[in-house]
C-alpha cells in the first residue's frame, strides 16, 4: 500500500469524524443511532406511531363478555371518536385503559413500552392518561378553584399535599384554564351549585390541569346547550394535535364537527371503522343501530 | 387572553377572630382555672369545685376524641365505630405505667401489682418491660394505637372496604379486643383492669395540685391537637380528604393514591384518641375493658354528630354538650339518660344534619339578611 493511500484514507476518517460531531452525517449513520437513547423506563415513547394500543382484550363479567378481543390502536395527536349502542363496551373499554378493570386477557400499552395492566389508577393517571367520566364527577363540596388546584399536575403524595403552595406559573396556568372552560366569574362557587353543563366543562378543566398526554372522554356533551356543545367541540379541536383524545359520544352532529376517524364497537369489538360517512355507509352498523 | 382574574387566596388556619378566641381559651385553661380551683377559697361564690375540676377534665379528653373522629369522618367520610379502642389503648399505656409506680404501696406489699399476686403470677409479662420507664410509655401511648391503626388500615383499605363495611369491623375489632383484654392471661387486670393509682412520676396522684396539674396539661393538648387539625384542614392535604368523601374515584384518576391519605389521616386519629385515653385513666382513677365497648364508640359518633361535621369546633362543642347533659341526667334522672340520648341523636340526625354549630351558623346568616 503507497503511502499516498494511507494518508488519503487518515483524511477521510478524520472529516468524518468532524461530521459526526457536528451531527451532519447523511442518514444519522452508525454513530446516531449507536448512542440514541431509548425511551427511558416510565415515558411514553411514541416513536412507533401509536400512544395507545389494545390488542385482543377480552374481559367478562359473570359470563357475559363485555369486551371480545377488541383491538384498538391511537396515533399521538389524533382525535378518535368512538360509537356504538348501549352495552358495546365503551365505558368498560375506558375501565380497562384506566386500570380501574383488570382484562381477563390481552395487552394494553401506553406508547411502545409501558404496560398498563402493571399500574394502578392512580400511577395510570400520573403517567397522562386523564379520564371524564360519563356522569359528571366533580368534587360538590370544593370551589371551582380548589377543584382545579387538587387537579394540577404535580407531586401528589401525603407530605407534598401538607406543605403545598401554589406558585405564580401554576397559578397562571390555573387562570388559564378557568378561561378557558368559561368559570373565570365563578371561581368561588361550590362546584356543586354549577350546571349540569358546567360541571361537565369543570371536569374537563381538572383533566387539562393534568396536562395528560391521552384524554379519554366519556359522553362530554351530555347535558350540555347546544351554544356549549359548540364550544367543547371547537376546544377539542384546538386540544388535537397537542393531545390524543378518545371521544366516546351518542351526539352525532357533535362527532360529525369533530371526527376524523370514527371507530363503531359492538358487543366488545371493533364492528368497523373509518370517516363517519363510511362508518354510516356500512350495511353492519346501519344493521346494529336500526336492529335487525 | 386576559389573566386579570385574581385566584381566592389561601385558606388561613384561623381569622383574627378565630386567634382572639383561641387565646381567651387559653388563659381559661392555663390560668382562669387553676386560680379558681386553687386561689379561690371554697366558700367563695367563684370557686370552682374538685369535682367540676374532675368532670370538666374528662370531658376535654371526650373533645379530643371527637375531634379525631371528625378528621376521619367528617373531612374524609370513613365512619369509624372502633375509636373506643384507642383511647382505651393509649389507657392501657398510661395504667400499666401508673401501675408500676404504686411500687409496694399495694395491699400484697408486693413488687408486682396486686393482681398478678391474685393470680399468683412469680414474674412480670414482657409486654410490661416497658411501664416501668415514664419515658417509654410517652412512647407506647403514642406507638400502640398508631401501630394497631396502621395493620388494621392497611388492610382495610387496601382492600377497599368503605361505607358501612367499615363501620362494623370497626366495631367488631374493638369488641374483640374487649374480649382479649377480659382475659385474666393477657395480664391486663382482666374485669376489673387498673385502679387505686398512687403516684405518676413519683408525685401523689390525688391531690388538688396534681390534678390541676393534669387538667391544664389536657385542656393544652386539646387546644394544641385543634390547632393541628386546623392546619391540617386548611391544606391541600385537608382538601385531598374532602375530595375522597365526595368522590374517591375521581381522586384516584386525577392521580391520587388514596390509600396513603386515608391511612395517614385514620393513624393521626388514632393517635389523637391515644393520647386523649392516657390522660383520662390518671384523672379518673381507673382504666378497665369496658371502654372498649361498642357503645363507648358509637358515644364518640353522636358527640361529633351533635356538634356538628367537618367543623372542628363543633365535635368539641358536641362533646360538651352532650357529656354535660350526662352528668347531670345521670345524677338527677338516672333511667331517663339513654332515651334522651337516643332522642337526641335522632333529633340531630332529623333536623340539625350539620349540627349545633351547623344551627348557629344558619342562624348568623339569617340574622344578616
Same mark, same amino acid.
Given at each position: 500500500?503507497?503511502?499516498?493511500?494511507?494518508?488519503?484514507?487518515?483524511?477521510?476518517?478524520?472529516?468524518?469524524?468532524?461530521?459526526?460531531?457536528?451531527?451532519?452525517?447523511?442518514?444519522?449513520?452508525?454513530?446516531?443511532?449507536?448512542?440514541?437513547?431509548?425511551?427511558?423506563?416510565?415515558?411514553?415513547?411514541?416513536?412507533?406511531?401509536?400512544?395507545?394500543?389494545?390488542?385482543?382484550?377480552?374481559?367478562?363479567?359473570?359470563?357475559?363478555?363485555?369486551?371480545?378481543?377488541?383491538?384498538?390502536?391511537?396515533?399521538?395527536?389524533?382525535?378518535?371518536?368512538?360509537?356504538?349502542?348501549?352495552?358495546?363496551?365503551?365505558?368498560?373499554?375506558?375501565?380497562?385503559?384506566?386500570?380501574?378493570?383488570?382484562?381477563?386477557?390481552?395487552?394494553?400499552?401506553?406508547?411502545?413500552?409501558?404496560?398498563?395492566?402493571?399500574?394502578?389508577?392512580?400511577?395510570?393517571?400520573?403517567?397522562?392518561?386523564?379520564?371524564?367520566?360519563?356522569?359528571?364527577?366533580?368534587?360538590?363540596?370544593?370551589?371551582?378553584?380548589?377543584?382545579?388546584?387538587?387537579?394540577?399536575?404535580?407531586?401528589?403524595?401525603?407530605?407534598?399535599?401538607?406543605?403545598?403552595?401554589?406558585?405564580?406559573?401554576?397559578?397562571?396556568?390555573?387562570?388559564?384554564?378557568?378561561?378557558?372552560?368559561?368559570?373565570?366569574?365563578?371561581?368561588?362557587?361550590?362546584?356543586?351549585?354549577?350546571?349540569?353543563?358546567?360541571?361537565?366543562?369543570?371536569?374537563?378543566?381538572?383533566?387539562?390541569?393534568?396536562?395528560?398526554?391521552?384524554?379519554?372522554?366519556?359522553?362530554?356533551?351530555?347535558?350540555?346547550?347546544?351554544?356549549?356543545?359548540?364550544?367543547?367541540?371547537?376546544?377539542?379541536?384546538?386540544?388535537?394535535?397537542?393531545?390524543?383524545?378518545?371521544?366516546?359520544?351518542?351526539?352525532?352532529?357533535?362527532?360529525?364537527?369533530?371526527?376524523?376517524?370514527?371507530?363503531?364497537?359492538?358487543?366488545?369489538?371493533?364492528?368497523?371503522?373509518?370517516?363517519?360517512?363510511?362508518?354510516?355507509?356500512?350495511?353492519?352498523?346501519?344493521?346494529?343501530?336500526?336492529?335487525? | 387572553?386576559?389573566?386579570?382574574?385574581?385566584?381566592?387566596?389561601?385558606?388561613? +388556619?384561623?381569622?383574627? #377572630?378565630?386567634?382572639?378566641?383561641?387565646?381567651?381559651?387559653?388563659?381559661?385553661? /392555663? @390560668? $382562669? *382555672?387553676?386560680? !379558681?380551683?386553687?386561689?379561690?377559697?371554697?366558700?367563695?361564690?367563684?370557686? +370552682?369545685?374538685?369535682? #367540676?375540676?374532675?368532670?370538666?377534665?374528662?370531658?376535654?379528653?371526650?373533645?379530643? /376524641? @371527637? $375531634? *379525631?373522629?371528625? !378528621?376521619?369522618?367528617?373531612?374524609?367520610?370513613?365512619?369509624?365505630?372502633?375509636?373506643?379502642?384507642?383511647?382505651?389503648?393509649?389507657?392501657?399505656?398510661?395504667?400499666?405505667?401508673?401501675?408500676?409506680?404504686?411500687?409496694?404501696?399495694?395491699?400484697?406489699?408486693?413488687?408486682?401489682?396486686?393482681?398478678?399476686?391474685?393470680?399468683?403470677?412469680?414474674?412480670?409479662?414482657?409486654?410490661?418491660?416497658?411501664?416501668?420507664?415514664?419515658?417509654?410509655?410517652?412512647?407506647?401511648?403514642?406507638?400502640?394505637?398508631?401501630?394497631?391503626?396502621?395493620?388494621?388500615?392497611?388492610?382495610?383499605?387496601?382492600?377497599?372496604?368503605?361505607?358501612?363495611?367499615?363501620?362494623?369491623?370497626?366495631?367488631?375489632?374493638?369488641?374483640?379486643?374487649?374480649?382479649?383484654?377480659?382475659?385474666?392471661?393477657?395480664?391486663?387486670?382482666?374485669?376489673?383492669?387498673?385502679?387505686?393509682?398512687?403516684?405518676?412520676?413519683?408525685?401523689?396522684?390525688?391531690?388538688?395540685?396534681?390534678?390541676?396539674?393534669?387538667?391544664?396539661?389536657?385542656?393544652?393538648?386539646?387546644?394544641?391537637?385543634?390547632?393541628?387539625?386546623?392546619?391540617?384542614?386548611?391544606?391541600?392535604?385537608?382538601?385531598?380528604?374532602?375530595?375522597?368523601?365526595?368522590?374517591?374515584?375521581?381522586?384516584?384518576?386525577?392521580?391520587?393514591?388514596?390509600?396513603?391519605?386515608?391511612?395517614?389521616?385514620?393513624?393521626?386519629?388514632?393517635?389523637?384518641?391515644?393520647?386523649?385515653?392516657?390522660?383520662?385513666?390518671?384523672?379518673?382513677?381507673?382504666?378497665?375493658?369496658?371502654?372498649?365497648?361498642?357503645?363507648?364508640?358509637?358515644?364518640?359518633?353522636?358527640?361529633?354528630?351533635?356538634?356538628?361535621?367537618?367543623?372542628?369546633?363543633?365535635?368539641?362543642?358536641?362533646?360538651?354538650?352532650?357529656?354535660?347533659?350526662?352528668?347531670?341526667?345521670?345524677?338527677?334522672?338516672?333511667?331517663?339518660?339513654?332515651?334522651?340520648?337516643?332522642?337526641?341523636?335522632?333529633?340531630?340526625?332529623?333536623?340539625?344534619?350539620?349540627?349545633?354549630?351547623?344551627?348557629?351558623?344558619?342562624?348568623?346568616?339569617?340574622?344578616?339578611?
Amino acid at each position: 500500500m503507497t503511502p499516498d493511500l494511507l494518508e488519503e484514507g487518515a483524511r477521510r476518517i478524520q472529516a468524518h469524524a468532524g461530521k459526526v460531531e457536528q451531527g451532519k452525517t447523511e442518514s444519522g449513520g452508525r454513530a446516531a443511532g449507536f448512542s440514541r437513547p431509548a425511551a427511558a423506563p416510565g415515558v411514553v415513547d411514541t416513536t412507533h406511531g401509536r400512544i395507545l394500543y389494545l390488542e385482543d382484550v377480552s374481559v367478562s363479567f359473570d359470563g357475559f363478555k363485555a369486551i371480545n378481543k377488541l383491538s384498538l390502536d391511537i396515533a399521538p395527536g389524533e382525535l378518535r371518536c368512538i360509537i356504538g349502542p348501549n352495552g358495546a363496551g365503551k365505558t368498560t373499554m375506558m375501565d380497562i385503559i384506566t386500570g380501574k378493570t383488570r382484562p381477563d386477557e390481552g395487552t394494553v400499552f401506553f406508547g411502545s413500552t409501558i404496560d398498563l395492566l402493571r399500574y394502578k389508577e392512580a400511577e395510570i393517571a400520573q403517567m397522562g392518561i386523564g379520564r371524564k367520566f360519563q356522569k359528571p364527577t366533580v368534587f360538590e363540596q370544593l370551589t371551582v378553584f380548589e377543584n382545579l388546584e387538587l387537579a394540577l399536575k404535580t407531586h401528589k403524595g401525603v407530605a407534598a399535599s401538607m406543605f403545598f403552595r401554589l406558585d405564580s406559573a401554576q397559578g397562571d396556568r390555573l387562570a388559564e384554564i378557568l378561561h378557558t372552560i368559561h368559570l373565570a366569574d365563578s371561581v368561588t362557587r361550590m362546584a356543586g351549585n354549577l350546571s349540569h353543563g358546567q360541571k361537565q366543562w369543570l371536569e374537563i378543566g381538572m383533566l387539562l390541569m393534568q396536562d395528560p398526554k391521552l384524554l379519554l372522554l366519556d359522553e362530554p356533551v351530555a347535558g350540555m346547550t347546544d351554544e356549549e356543545t359548540a364550544r367543547t367541540a371547537e376546544l377539542f379541536l384546538t386540544l388535537k394535535g397537542q393531545h390524543s383524545l378518545m371521544v366516546v359520544e351518542h351526539d352525532m352532529s357533535f362527532i360529525r364537527t369533530i371526527s376524523e376517524i370514527v371507530t363503531v364497537l359492538c358487543d366488545g369489538s371493533v364492528l368497523a371503522q373509518g370517516t363517519l360517512d363510511q362508518v354510516q355507509a356500512d350495511e353492519r352498523v346501519i344493521e346494529v343501530y336500526l336492529g335487525r | 387572553m386576559s389573566t386579570t382574574l385574581t385566584l381566592p387566596s389561601k385558606p388561613v +388556619m384561623l381569622t383574627r #377572630a378565630g386567634w382572639s378566641a383561641f387565646v381567651v381559651a387559653l388563659l381559661v385553661v /392555663c @390560668a $382562669l *382555672a387553676p386560680v !379558681l380551683n386553687l386561689v379561690v377559697p371554697e366558700g367563695s361564690l367563684f370557686h +370552682m369545685s374538685d369535682y #367540676a375540676v374532675a368532670l370538666v377534665g374528662k370531658i376535654m379528653c371526650y373533645a379530643i /376524641c @371527637a $375531634l *379525631a373522629m371528625d !378528621l376521619i369522618w367528617g373531612y374524609t367520610g370513613i365512619l369509624s365505630l372502633g375509636h373506643g379502642l384507642f383511647f382505651a389503648l393509649g389507657g392501657y399505656a398510661m395504667g400499666m405505667y401508673l401501675m408500676r409506680q404504686i411500687g409496694r404501696d399495694g395491699n400484697y406489699k408486693s413488687d408486682l401489682p396486686d393482681f398478678m399476686v391474685f393470680l399468683d403470677w412469680k414474674e412480670l409479662p414482657w409486654h410490661w418491660v416497658f411501664s416501668d420507664s415514664f419515658i417509654a410509655t410517652l412512647f407506647l401511648i403514642v406507638a400502640v394505637p398508631g401501630i394497631v391503626a396502621f395493620v388494621f388500615g392497611y388492610f382495610a383499605f387496601r382492600s377497599r372496604i368503605k361505607g358501612v363495611y367499615f363501620s362494623i369491623i370497626t366495631q367488631a375489632m374493638t369488641f374483640a379486643a374487649m374480649l382479649l383484654f377480659f382475659r385474666n392471661e393477657t395480664g391486663f387486670g382482666g374485669n376489673n383492669g387498673f385502679t387505686d393509682f398512687k403516684r405518676i412520676i413519683g408525685i401523689a396522684i390525688a391531690t388538688p395540685n396534681t390534678r390541676m396539674v393534669l387538667f391544664v396539661l389536657t385542656g393544652l393538648m386539646l387546644l394544641g391537637f385543634f390547632l393541628f387539625a386546623r392546619w391540617l384542614v386548611a391544606s391541600k392535604y385537608g382538601r385531598v380528604l374532602q375530595a375522597i368523601r365526595d368522590a374517591e374515584s375521581r381522586v384516584m384518576f386525577s392521580g391520587y393514591n388514596p390509600i396513603g391519605y386515608k391511612l395517614s389521616i385514620w393513624v393521626i386519629s388514632a393517635i389523637m384518641c391515644g393520647v386523649a385515653g392516657a390522660l383520662y385513666v390518671p384523672q379518673v382513677g381507673i382504666i378497665n375493658p369496658s371502654e372498649m365497648s361498642p357503645a363507648n364508640s358509637i358515644e364518640i359518633a353522636i358527640w361529633t354528630a351533635v356538634g356538628g361535621r367537618a367543623s372542628l369546633i363543633g365535635p368539641i362543642v358536641g362533646a360538651f354538650i352532650v357529656n354535660g347533659a350526662k352528668s347531670w341526667l345521670t345524677v338527677t334522672a338516672p333511667e331517663y339518660w339513654l332515651y334522651f340520648l337516643g332522642a337526641l341523636f335522632i333529633l340531630v340526625t332529623l333536623f340539625l344534619p350539620n349540627g349545633v354549630v351547623g344551627l348557629v351558623r344558619k342562624l348568623r346568616k339569617g340574622g344578616e339578611k
